[in-house]
T-cell receptor, first 112, second 117 residues
Framework: GDSVTQMEGPVTLSEEAFLTINCTYTATGYPSLFWYVQYPGEGLQLLLKATKADDKGSNKGFEATYRKETTSFHLEKGSVQVSDSAVYFCALTLDSNYQLIWGAGTKLIIKP | GAVVSQHPSRVICKSGTSVKIECRSLDFQATTMFWYRQFPKQSLMLMATSNEGSKATYEQGVEKDKFLINHASLTLSTLTVTSAHPEDSSFYIC?????????????FGPGTRLTVL
């Protein structure tokens, strides 16, 4: 079945470090891919998205490229800040329906 | 693991009627639950944050008189779509946060597909 797999957390980094959170997917069709972020005490927010192969989504210094050949959508940021500490969810939706399929979430902890 | 259920999973109703969707945390207590709406081929949109024992906090642009939220207990929140119209047809998802894990992750329900004829 369709699924999303994220790297397990928590991921702990120092401020200004480079971040990668891996996300791979399995889908029978051609999904749209999303990264959502949940800051402490808040609801989910869409961080970025990509709707077709080779698209790059970007927002707030975060980037992710839709790689069809490796079925991946890894989240990256060049220099993280303490304020980036949150839980990050990778998700996909297929054209045939609009139910989101979620990864388990990766908790990111940035230390000053 | 933490489980969140929603009922019903699918509902079809006539225009002008009201529909109630339940969100339950099955094996944990949740002081905070979230209600989301998803349009076809689009991402999730946060509608409101439901707090047990108090009024829900609605996001900008969401009509609180149309989408009534009641969080009556630590394991149940309900969303009532009042006087539903075809444009309310959507996929509604709830999530809940375990009260024992402040700032912890949300656990998502499977969603409810609402179709208004």
């Amino acid at each position: 079945g369709d699924s999303v797999t994220q790297m397990e957390g928590p991921v702990t980094l120092s401020e200004e470090a480079f971040l990668t959170i891996n996300c791979t997917y399995t889908a029978t069709g051609y999904p749209s891919l999303f990264w959502y972020v949940q800051y402490p005490g808040e609801g989910l927010q869409l961080l970025l998205k990509a709707t077709k192969a080779d698209d790059k989504g970007s927002n707030k210094g975060f980037e992710a490229t839709y790689r069809k050949e490796t079925t991946s959508f890894h989240l990256e940021k060049g220099s993280v800040q303490v304020s980036d500490s949150a839980v990050y969810f990778c998700a996909l939706t297929l054209d045939s329906n609009y139910q989101l399929i979620w990864g388990a979430g990766t908790k990111l902890i940035i230390k000053p | 693991g933490a489980v969140v259920s929603q009922h019903p999973s699918r509902v079809i109703c006539k225009s002008g009627t009201s529909v109630k969707i339940e969100c339950r945390s099955l094996d944990f207590q949740a002081t905070t639950m979230f209600w989301y709406r998803q349009f076809p081929k689009q991402s999730l949109m946060l509608m409101a944050t439901s707090n047990e024992g108090s009024k829900a906090t609605y996001e900008q642009g969401v009509e609180k008189d149309k989408f009534l939220i009641n969080h009556a207990s630590l394991t149940l929140s309900t969303l009532t779509v009042t006087s539903a119209h075809p444009e309310d047809s959507s996929f509604y998802i709830c999530s809940a946060r375990d009260r024992r894990r402040a700032g912890g992750p949300q656990f998502f329900g499977p969603g409810t597909r609402l179709t208004v004829l």
